[in-house]
C-alpha cells in the first residue's frame, strides 16, 4: 500500500505545467481583480497555489500549518508568484501576492520530505548558534570597552 507521500509523488510525476506563463502578458484578466499570469497559473493543472499545497500535506503528513509552510519556503525559496487581489490602504495598497509551486516542486518537497525536514532542523540551529556567537562577542567587546575605562 502506498503512502500519502508516495501518491503525491504519483500523482504530480504525471502532470505538465506551463514553465513559462510571459507569453500571456501583464495587464488584469477579465473581470476578478487578478493579473492575466495568476489567471493562467491558477488554472494550469500542473500548478498549486501555496496554500493548497500546504494543506495537502497537511492532509498527507498531518503535521502543523505553519511548520509545513516553513519546509515549503525552505525547499523552494523562490516561488513564482503573480498579483491578484488588492491590500488594504493600511498594508499600503496595491495588490497581494499569490505563489505557486509547479508539480515537479511538489514531487521534489515529497520525495525529500524527510530530508527537508533534517535539513532546516540544522540550518535553525546554525542560525541559532550564530546569533549566540554574535551575542557573546558583543558582550565580550562590551565588557572589554568597561575595562579599559
Known sequence: MKTKLEKIIAKYSEKK?????????GGLAGVKFESNRHHDAKH???KLTLGKTVQMF???????????KEIINYAIPNMEWHHAGLLPKA????????YFLNSSEIVEIATNWNNLIEKL???K??????LELEKNKEQRQQEFFENFK
Do not use: H, P, Q
Open 17 to 25: 505545467y506551463n514553465e513559462g506563463n510571459y507569453f500571456v502578458g
Open 44 to 46: 494550469d493543472a500542473g
Open 58 to 68: 497537511k492532509t498527507a503528513i498531518g503535521l502543523d500549518i505553519e511548520l509545513i
Open 91 to 98: 498594508y499600503g495598497g496595491g495588490m497581494k501576492k499569490t
Open 121 to 123: 532542523e540544522i540550518s
Open 125 to 130: 540551529n546554525e542560525k541559532r548558534i550564530k
